[in-house]
């Protein structure tokens, strides 16, 4: 497929370009800097400007723009980074996709989102089908998927991304909690009962590919490892695999004095299953957290 992505520079969007690419498909890359190179179009999603040409024989969208959520602390102004950085893309790019000449539109648009979506979940467990939970992430979730409306109206096939924690040494969730470890001086965030959402990065690659071309798949789709587990048992497992002790505990007190606002998602508990992957049939490489690190870690 000839496939245009938004967020290509980023944490996700590296990885799933590389293996598009390697997969045989035609990846365009959006910037917001003038492009250098043929594989380079450019927009500004801030005033809603792409070039309709762009997508001219492009047969699939993928949008995983957004700001990374623990740059720092969530002021006023950097949440609504947050936000802008996520609506302003999805719209651009719904608003331009149902535009389009029915013939000409895309196949598929797969837009980013998130587990927050849920809130906090409890014990739950939840799937697809669940409504949206409180709290900032929650209420960016529901907007963010909302802008994709103008393409799904179109009779575009929109696939919702609702992104669990990907585990990868180099970036995202699992990177900043390795040196830590490696000192001996990690533990369980809080009481350690919230439950945590992980999912291989492998898995995570792999299912994006596959909801690509399964026609029969719409709507939100959770992208998360099949086996959640309590963040008491991620830090026993991730210790485990690192030969370190686990024994010192963070109180959400000092969490709150650290992250500020970002410390209430941190201590929430996501209870998320991958429903509509199951019942598909996707098949994970990694279906429990100890061969999800053992890979993120390169451990044997």
């Known amino acids: 497929m000839r496939i245009l992505v938004a967020g290509a520079s980023g944490f996700l969007g ?76 999805t719209a651009t790019l719904a608003r331009t996709i149902a535009g389009l000449p029915a013939p000409q539109r895309p196949r598929v648009l797969l837009n980013g989102s998130a587990i927050g979506w849920y809130g906090d979940t409890g014990d739950r467990p939840v799937e697809e089908d669940a409504p949206a939970g409180d709290g900032f992430m929650a209420d960016l979730c529901r907007v963010w998927e909302a802008a994709t409306a103008p393409a799904e109206q179109a009779g575009v096939r929109v696939v919702r991304l609702r992104s669990g924690l990907p585990l ?24 350690g009962r919230q439950w945590i959402p992980w999912i291989s990065m492998a898995d995570w690659l792999a299912a994006v590919s596959f909801l690509l071309t399964r026609d029969d798949i719409a709507g939100p789709v959770n992208i998360v490892g099949p086996t959640p587990v309590t963040n008491a048992e991620f830090t026993r497992t991730l210790g485990r695999t690192l030969h370190r002790p686990t024994v010192m505990p963070v109180p959400g007190i000092a969490l709150r004095i650290l992250l500020g606002e970002m410390s209430t998602e941190a201590l929430r508990s996501l209870r998320v299953l991958p429903g509509v992957l199951d019942r598909a049939g996707f098949r994970f490489a990694h279906p429990d957290l ?7 870690l390169h451990t044997g």
């Open 14 to 89: 590296t990885r799933l370009t590389d293996l598009l690419r390697t997969e045989g498909h035609e990846v365009v890359r959006l910037v917001r800097r003038p492009s250098r190179t043929a594989d380079e179009v450019q927009w500004d999603p801030g005033t809603g400007q792409l070039d309709p040409a762009s997508l001219a024989e492009v047969a699939a969208v993928i949008n995983l723009a957004g700001a990374n959520i623990s740059e720092r602390r969530w002021s006023g102004g950097f949440k609504d980074v947050l936000r802008s950085s996520r609506v302003d893309t």
């Open 168 to 191: 990868d040494r180099a970036d995202g969730f699992l990177k900043p909690q390795l040196l830590p470890y490696r000192l001996g001086i990690a533990g369980k965030f809080g009481n």
């Open 290 to 296: 100890d061969s999800a690190l053992r890979a993120a």
